[in-house]
């Protein structure tokens, strides 16, 4: 089959690979027909992420045809038309008996915390992605769901993560009736969570950028205020200014990583990989919620040690919640929000891209060019 595979920071490459094989009798072969880069893929292509390995493919967003079931795998048959959750989990650990999906005890040697994660290097279990013409699909019978017929594809493929991750931003924010919500970063999970927090109740939804292309975008899809924070001195000042002086109930960092930073977090994360990127957006939201609020963090972390302003945190009585999305438990309310016609997931899609050219794909992506937000991959798997 042709796959996506990583040859070292910012170089990838389309390469022929084996199809892959059925290890346990709970697998399935899926035959991927849309996969997407997501921005978290980008901390991967930019080294920022620890043991990700020469050859691995990438992509924990993908949609498929079952193509191949183990013996034991009883709620799926070739044929069928699945999502697949980017978590890898079994379903049956004290985690998974909690619907903590993304905090699987049995999926991950390095499950100190999170679980599996299809093709999000060896930290998360070691899992090839999608971003390939087949994929292999451990535990078959709890992470995949059958597509329902009234379900676009490319709906169905952005519930994979984008959307539910965005979704549970701002579940984590406990947003009551009325709140200001400020969301940091406008890349698809920050307007989904913008989108979201109406759904939620707010009253006011603020989205922060620097990227005007992505902004426009805040403000058509997910009706958000917008504050383009190279155009003031200090953001989180404006964000004080704009609430009152008080701060923003609900703040969310839908950044992570790849915030810029400042110089000597650039040098020890992207040069020396000391560390998994820039607080910054994080720091920026503990700043900008008001004392008692909440801040809500979906943005990707790897190892961060460069001073989180955690002593502000404690004494402005924040609560702070966090955690990979456990995307199945999702999907009922999603599905709901979707049918109704409150939420069109593909609003957001620019471009679509041959799996031949995903290597162009990650660099128009990451370097921002020509108004990407959201590019879903096409394989040729016939």
């Known amino acids: 089959m042709r796959a996506m595979v990583y040859r070292g920071p910012y170089k990838i490459r389309v390469e022929e690979k084996d199809i892959p094989a059925i290890e346990h009798p709970n697998d399935a072969i899926i035959r991927v027909t849309q996969a997407a880069i997501c921005g978290s893929d980008l901390h991967l292509y930019h080294g920022l992420i620890p043991d990700t390995r020469v050859g691995t493919t990438f992509g924990h967003e993908f949609i498929g045809v079952v ?134 109740g707010a009253g006011r939804v603020i989205v922060i950028d620097q990227l005007e292309y992505r902004l426009e975008k805040a403000r058509t899809f997910a009706h958000a205020e917008t504050f383009n924070y190279n155009e003031y001195e200090d953001i989180v000042v404006e964000m004080k200014k704009t609430t009152d002086y008080l701060g923003a109930d609900v703040v969310i960092d839908a950044v992570g990583a790849e915030a810029d930073g400042n110089f000597l977090q650039h040098v020890t994360a992207t040069k020396l990989k000391l560390q998994g990127g820039s607080p910054i957006a994080l720091n920026w939201a503990i700043d900008s919620a008001r004392k008692g609020g909440n801040v809500s963090v979906v943005g990707a972390y790897g190892p961060v040690f460069s001073a989180v302003k955690f002593g502000d945190a404690l004494n402005k009585g924040l609560t702070l919640r966090m955690n990979q999305c456990p995307v199945k438990r999702q999907w009922p309310r999603l599905l709901e929000h979707i049918r109704n016609g409150y939420l069109k997931p593909n609003d957001i899609v620019t471009h679509r891209i041959p799996l031949e050219h995903i290597a162009e794909g990650y660099h128009m992506f990451a370097a921002k060019l020509d108004n990407c937000i959201k590019p879903i991959i096409v394989p040729d798997a016939s």
């Open 67 to 200: 193509e191949k079931v183990g013996g034991s795998v009883n709620s799926l048959a070739p044929g069928d038309r699945v999502m697949v959750p980017f978590n890898v989990y079994c379903g049956s650990c004290y985690f998974c008996a909690r619907g903590l999906y993304s905090n699987c005890h049995n999926v991950n040697p390095n499950a100190t915390a999170v679980g599996g994660i299809y093709g999000y290097s060896h930290t998360s279990g070691g899992y090839d992605g999608g971003q390939a013409e087949y994929v292999r699909v451990p535990f078959a019978d709890v992470g995949p769901s059958l597509i329902p017929d009234w379900l676009d594809d490319e709906d169905a493929l952005l519930m994979t993560d984008a959307l539910a991750t965005g979704y549970f931003g701002a579940q984590l924010g406990d947003i009551a009736e009325g709140d200001t919500v400020v969301v940091f970063g406008a890349g698809p999970v920050g307007l989904y969570a913008a989108k979201s927090a109406w759904l939620m």
